[in-house]
């Protein structure tokens, strides 16, 4: 496999200054080494065939086609590895890719597999954190989405990169409390060993057409699994596939400075501007016309009509990754543009679900 990336971490747009480690650029599509861990860069030169897409209008519902079901793909492996037997791979980088200003800190890790974990875009593993827990027995595993593409950041095959969020929080008797996984994850250091279970989920598979229009909403760290979809589709050279739909990214954070992976996608749209639209909502510092609160929903919701009409198509699928709350957002400005045409949204939801059209993951 080619190792060789124009883009491997982007960092946040921020111009206040951020850590040392945020600073370390990763642009560099030339070898650089991390205590011992040679390091390699893939290529992200494939060229992506320019496609109109066009939603046929209707104003009935359409009766959705079953497909063949992304979750009967035999190639997919689970629970490959489970909390007993862990697998034991060991961090190669992990760097800051949030601003200093930004409310939380947010890393951007690699963990060495030697392709023993085998895992899709769209699926997740599970981190068995070193320690006890109160009990004295070992502490349980956390989930969490993948965020490189299958063949991993570096190309080869070996390995799986987890964006991260910091869990702190005052408790109601004041006390600060750091989240036990988060933490371990994010204080790790070059080198340092990582148990890992999975991959686990069949969810958010990406579909196989590779003509489809993939409508991907995230909040925060639920970016993970669209970064994967998305170098697969714009950084990647793949025999048997070749994006050639369209690609819409909705990301919503709070700040500027905690925009993710923003370079990234930047990039990506110059390489292929036709087939990828690419949207932030950014709740503290951006309002609509209203004046409310910038939220992934209020972003879709400029382009609401349009976004109807692509719900329409037989080959939309959308995405939902990141907190809860935003499931119901989103739901409220479908349930008006159904409507409008006399459907009712979450019986039409409910025939996305079954044609894996409307793929939900919230925590
Ligand atoms: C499928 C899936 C994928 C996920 N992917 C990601 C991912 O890609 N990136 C990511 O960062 N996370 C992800 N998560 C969340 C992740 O699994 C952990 O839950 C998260 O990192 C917190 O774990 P922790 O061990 O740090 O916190 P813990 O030590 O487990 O503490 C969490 C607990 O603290 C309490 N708590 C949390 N916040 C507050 C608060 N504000 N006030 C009071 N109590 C509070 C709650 O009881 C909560 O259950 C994912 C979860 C799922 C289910
Ligand atoms: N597969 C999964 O299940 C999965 C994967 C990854 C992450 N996660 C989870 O997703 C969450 C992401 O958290 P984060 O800390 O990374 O995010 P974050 O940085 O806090 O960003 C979340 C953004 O969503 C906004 N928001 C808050 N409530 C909302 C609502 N009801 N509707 C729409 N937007 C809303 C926030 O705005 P304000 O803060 O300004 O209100 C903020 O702009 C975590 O709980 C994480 O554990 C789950």
Redesign the pocket.
């Known amino acids: 496999m080619a190792a060789a990336v124009t883009a491997a971490v982007s960092f946040p747009s921020s111009p206040k200054s951020t850590s040392l480690s945020s600073r370390t650029t990763l642009i560099a599509p030339e070898r650089i080494t991390l205590k011992k861990v040679p390091v390699y860069y893939r290529d992200a030169s494939a060229s992506g065939r320019v496609v109109s897409i066009r939603a046929q209008v209707t104003t009935e519902a359409p009766a959705k086609v079953q497909k063949v079901s992304k979750k009967d793909d035999e190639g997919v492996v689970v629970n490959k590895f489970k909390p007993k037997n862990p697998y034991t791979g060991r961090c190669l980088l992990n760097t800051k890719i949030t601003g200093d200003d930004a409310p939380g800190e947010?890393w951007h890790m690699v963990f060495s597999t030697e392709g023993e974990v085998p895992y899709r875009e769209g699926q997740?593993i599970g981190v068995i954190?070193d320690g006890i827990d109160k009990n004295g027995k070992p502490?349980k595993l956390?989930?969490?989405?993948i965020?490189s593409s299958a063949i991993g950041d570096f190309g080869d095959s070996k390995t799986v990169s987890?964006?991260?969020?910091?869990?702190v929080?005052?408790?109601?008797q004041g006390d600060i409390?750091?989240?036990?996984?988060?933490?371990?994850?994010c204080d790790l250091k070059p080198g340092a060993e990582v148990q890992i279970t999975g991959p686990?989920?069949k969810e958010m598979l990406m579909p196989k057409d590779p003509n489809a229009t993939i409508i991907m909403l995230g909040t925060?760290?639920?970016i993970?699994p669209f970064r994967s979809f998305l170098w697969k589709m714009f950084f990647e050279k793949h025999d048997d596939y070749k994006f050639n739909g369209l690609a819409w990214l909705f990301l919503g954070v709070p700040t500027s400075s905690s925009l993710l992976y923003k370079e990234e996608f930047e990039k990506m749209k110059e390489k292929a501007p036709d087939n990828f639209r690419l949207d932030f909502a950014v709740s503290r510092e951006q309002t609509n016309d209203k004046g409310e609160k910038m939220y992934i929903q209020t972003r879709m919701a400029e382009y609401a009509e349009e976004l109807w009409e692509l719900l329409k198509k037989d080959n939309t699928y959308v995405y939902m990754?990141g907190l809860k709350g935003m499931e119901k957002g989103i739901d409220e400005i479908m349930v008006s543009l159904a409507a409008k045409d006399g459907i009712d949204w979450l019986e039409y939801k409910r025939s996305l679900k079954k044609a894996e059209q409307w793929n939900v993951?919230v925590?």
Not at 177 to 185: A, D, M, T
Request: charged share 15%; hydrophobic share 30%.
């Open positions: 947010t997740s954190p502490h956390r989930l969490y989405s965020a987890l964006c991260v969020k910091r869990l929080y005052t408790n109601e409390v750091k989240g036990v996984c988060s933490n371990f994850l686990v989920g925060g760290t639920g993970a990754c993951e925590y």
